[in-house]
């Protein structure tokens, strides 16, 4: 899974700060980020929940705030993020562990283990194809029996499809919007290879539960 251009391009100095103020997406992300912050919680208040690849921590900050008993673990590559989110994540100092490191290590990362949610948000696709199943089945090692993945992806839709979201997305989402700024491996996972490899971690309670565009909302129960 380790794709060592797509860290070394995060951890460069200063793109950190720069990705952020030009992330026009984070606007509308606000939706889906919502959504599957009440979706996790609607049963029972989520301990401990771990976001990789975290970046400036505005998912895990949601859930923080919404469930205030939840203690959060940052875990992203690059070291400039974790300044990034420490500014963000400075209301729940104190309830917030950070692990820099390779979300390939996940399996290993003591402090990930006995999760109620695992959130990846813009993440996944930084990953191959094997890398997306790994990444899926050590998440789901990592989550108690009922725990909670939650994927927020950008996917490859099909024919013409990817064109016409990524010509409309600044409409919506600001310059930037659709054209990369770092490296990728193309093309993205389709909608469905998403549900295929969380079925094949034994994800199976699993659904779409928002898309706009490009961008796709997975919600996923491990078994009780
Ligand atoms: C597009 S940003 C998304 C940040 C945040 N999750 C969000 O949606 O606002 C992608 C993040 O993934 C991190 N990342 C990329 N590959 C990674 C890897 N293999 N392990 C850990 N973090 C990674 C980058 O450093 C970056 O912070």
Redesign the pocket.
Known sequence: ???DR??AS??ESGY?AQ?QQA?GM?AM?RLPWAIATTLVGHERAPQRVV??????G??LAALLEAYPEARGVW????PD?RERAAETLAPYAGRVEYVV????GLSAMEAARDADVVL????AH??DRPGLEAFYRDAAGLLVPGGWLVT?DHILPPGDWDRRYRDVLPIFAGPHAGKPSHPHYFPFPSMLDHLDALAEAGLTDADLAWRAFYTCLYVARKAA
């Open positions: 899974m380790t794709n797509v860290i995060w951890s950190a990705w992330d984070s992300l976001d990789v690849g975290s970046g400036p505005t998912f875990i992203d590559a690059s993020m490191g390779d979300a390939a990846n948000s813009r993440v930084h990953f927020l």
